[in-house]
């Protein structure tokens, strides 16, 4: 069955620093992948999507990337905030449209 | 504010009980999903539907669990005689269907604990 991980629950990090978190997925080929942020207590929000056929993507200090040769999409933060703390989700888009979701990694910038 | 939106967002029941909880998709949206979030994993597909139509149940979806989307606008999730087990925050979204567009439109979810 199709499969996300996010291998690392949580990273922390200082302040400025580039925050580079991990997604694995196993036993399929996914058309496109998904990074949503998660603040406690809330819903997920939206931040990129990535297609098979891009390398790299990039919105403001966010970059992600998809090797499907390592079958990995790695996110980065660049010059990471301490309001960049929060739970990054990785996801793939099930056969009808719904989304599998890996466990998160929970990222605390520290001041 | 023209996001999803979830009511209600926090329930306390009794072991046994019914619930039901509601999701206002973004109005131009006809696809609208549920999923259920336990603590310290991502959300899980429970259920989707396009307009009215339920299109899919995932194997999440005991008999106790039912949804409906009358005239393809809110949605309503229903839980019968509430299990401990069922204590979660329960998410809807909200998307719309385009070759490009992929991404969904998460409410603020609905705590439920079951006592």
């Known amino acids: 069955s199709q499969k996300i991980e996010q291998n690392s629950e949580a990273l922390n990090i200082q302040e400025g620093k580039t925050a580079t978190l991990t997604c694995n997925y196993t036993n399929y080929s996914p058309a496109y992948l998904q990074w949503y942020r998660q603040d406690p207590g809330r819903g997920p929000v939206f931040l990129l999507l990535?297609?098979?056929?891009?390398k790299e993507k990039r919105k403001e200090r966010l970059k992600v990337t998809f090797d499907t040769t390592l079958k990995q999409s790695l996110f980065h933060i660049t010059a990471s905030q301490p309001a960049d703390s929060a739970t990054y989700l990785c996801?793939?888009?099930?056969?009808?449209?719904?989304?599998?979701f890996g466990k998160g990694t929970k990222l605390s910038v520290k001041p | 504010d023209t996001g999803v939106s979830q009511n209600p967002r926090h329930k306390i029941t009794k072991r046994g009980q019914n619930v039901t909880f509601r999701c206002d998709p973004i109005?131009?949206?006809?696809?609208l999903y549920w999923y259920r979030q336990t603590l310290g994993q991502g959300p899980e597909f429970l259920t989707y539907?396009?307009?009215?139509?339920?299109?899919?149940k995932s194997r999440l979806l005991s008999d106790r669990f039912s949804a409906e989307r009358p005239k393809g606008s809110f949605s309503t999730l229903e839980i019968q005689r509430t299990e401990q087990g069922d204590s979660a925050m329960y998410l809807c979204a909200s998307s719309l269907v385009s070759a490009q567009a992929r991404e969904q439109y998460f409410g603020p979810g609905t705590r439920l604990t079951v006592t």
């Open positions: 539907f396009q307009n009215e139509a339920q299109l899919e």
């Open positions: 990535i297609r098979e056929n891009e």
């Open positions: 996801a793939n888009g099930g056969s009808q449209g719904n989304l599998i």
């Open positions: 109005s131009e949206h006809n696809r």
